[in-house]
């Protein structure tokens, strides 16, 4: 069965470090999706980023960054120079590439807090 | 308006009352969702609707009975509710099919349910 976990339940930082969010995951199909979402305390969860699973070049966006290992099934998070408005809960996500409707595994998510 | 909207926002009902959760998708999706997020836990998919058919249904209670009268507004109908569904009630939509961006699901900001 698919599984997403996230270790970290909350992770508090001061403004301006650098944070890293773990995610490992669990799949027994070559073919998979990942996926971050972020969800503010407005509660909609914000689509971040999704990743295949053939393609394991790390991605930069702005202060975002995601490093893809499918050796050690992993897709951490990185953010570059925490900013306050980054405190959020962090959900790691799985999907199955396969036809019909999509089923993402979602882990329990990471607290993030940054203080001024 | 733009993305999926929710409503109502927040929701307090009894254990004998009927109520019903909107969700409406402006993406031109055909693919919508009802997840549930309870403290603590996953984010918990309930149902999906592929072209207004039903294609999911994850062992949810008969208490929660959902409604998609076309592909761009979806229901959740409430009826006879416990207290340990009180709980955040998220909607998604996402544009299956073989053309990217497929798979990716787009989230409202949720409805927000007690029950007492």
């Known amino acids: 069965a698919q599984k997403v976990t996230q270790a970290q339940t909350e992770i508090s930082v001061v403004e301006k470090e650098d944070v890293t969010l773990d995610c490992v995951y669990e799949?027994?199909?070559?073919?998979?999706?990942l996926f971050w979402y972020k969800q503010p305390p407005s509660g909609e969860l914000v689509f971040l980023i999704r990743?295949?699973?053939?393609?394991?070049q790390n991605e930069i966006s702005g202060r975002y960054s995601w490093n893809f290992q499918k050796s050690t099934s992993s897709f951490n998070f990185t953010i570059t120079a925490s900013q306050v408005v980054d405190s959020a809960v962090y959900f790691c996500a799985l999907s199955e590439a396969q036809g019909g409707s999509e089923k993402l595994v979602f882990g329990k998510g990471t607290k993030l807090t940054v203080n001024p | 308006e733009t993305g999926v909207t929710q409503t109502p926002r927040h929701l307090v009902m009894g254990m004998t009352n009927k109520k019903s959760l909107k969700c409406e998708q402006h993406l031109g999706h055909n693919a919508m969702y009802w997840y549930k997020q309870s403290a603590k836990k996953p984010l918990e998919l309930m149902f999906v609707?592929?072209?207004?058919?039903?294609?999911e249904n994850n062992s949810v209670p008969s208490r929660f009975s959902p409604e998609c009268p076309n592909s761009s507004h979806l229901f959740l109908h409430l009826h006879t509710l416990q207290p340990e569904d009180s709980a955040l009630y998220l909607c998604?939509?996402?544009?299956?099919?073989?053309?990217?961006?497929?798979?990716?699901?787009?989230f409202g900001a949720g409805t927000r349910l007690s029950v007492l």
């Open positions: 609707y592929n072209f207004k058919e039903q294609t």
């Open positions: 990743r295949n699973s053939f393609d394991e």
């Open positions: 799949t027994r199909d070559t073919t998979y999706y």
């Open positions: 998604a939509s996402s544009q299956d099919g073989v053309q990217d961006p497929r798979i990716i699901q787009y």
